[in-house]
């Protein structure tokens, strides 16, 4: 069975331009979470999406956005990028909340 | 607030020794989550606890938990080189949703 999915694998972007990060669930998920892990640092929590609604947000600006689609697929948007936003950023899924998460293989953003 | 603190951050170890890995949450929780990471990659799940007294094996790693102490301790039997990774530690609550929130990470070291 396919686990988690995120595309792309590594990104490259200047300050103040805008990314959009994706993940796609393990099939039968409804739940997807995002998380941020700066270099040497815990993963930190954005958002939860369950059943397209967002169910919880962290401490991060409103530059920061995402959204679920119908077939429980995410998209993470981060705008007006700043060099602090370099990071690996995880994609969580579950069957529902609260439930044990399976992490995809991250996506790694660079700003220059 | 939920946090979570690991000791110790990081963690030098000859082949062969034993040591263990502590992690002390601040209120109650629900699950407790041990995690493997490595350099580059995702988080690769190793344990979930659930109760209070629970104990799981797999291989070198034994993980316990006391929700009393709020303390997990996650041991390393004979260590071996392999298990040179990045351990993180997590908690969640059911009124938080699927947000995890994770320890600092303890950086081990296993030395041939």
């Known amino acids: 069975d396919a686990g988690v999915t995120q595309s792309p694998t590594h990104l490259i972007k200047t300050r103040g331009q805008q990314v959009t990060l994706r993940c796609s669930p393990i099939s039968g998920h409804k739940s997807v979470s995002w998380y941020q892990q700066v270099l040497g640092q815990g993963p930190q929590f954005i958002f939860q999406y369950y059943e397209k609604e967002e169910r919880g947000r962290g401490n991060f600006p409103d530059r920061f956005s995402a959204r679920q689609f119908p077939n429980y697929s995410s998209e993470l948007n981060v705008n007006a990028l700043l060099l602090g936003d370099s990071a690996l950023y995880l994609c969580?899924?579950?069957?529902?909340?609260?439930?044990?998460?399976?992490f995809g293989p991250g996506t790694r953003l660079t700003v220059t | 607030e939920l946090k979570v603190e690991q000791n110790p951050l990081f963690l030098s170890m000859q082949e062969g020794k034993n040591y263990t890995i502590y992690c002390n949450y601040s209120?109650?929780?629900?699950?407790l989550y041990w995690y493997r990471q490595d350099p580059g990659k995702s988080l690769e799940s190793l344990f979930v606890?659930?109760?209070?007294?629970a104990v799981k094996q797999e291989g070198r790693l034994m993980a316990s938990l006391d929700t009393k102490a709020r303390l997990s301790t996650l041991h390393i039997t004979a260590a071996v080189h392999d298990l040179s990774a990045t351990y993180f530690c997590?908690?969640?609550?059911?009124?938080?949703?699927?947000?995890?929130?994770f320890g600092a990470g303890t950086i081990l070291r296993v030395k041939s």
């Open positions: 997590a908690v969640d609550r059911k009124e938080y949703g699927n947000k995890l929130v």
């Open positions: 606890l659930l109760s209070n007294g």
């Open positions: 209120t109650t929780s629900d699950r």
């Open positions: 969580a899924s579950s069957i529902q909340e609260p439930y044990e998460q399976y």
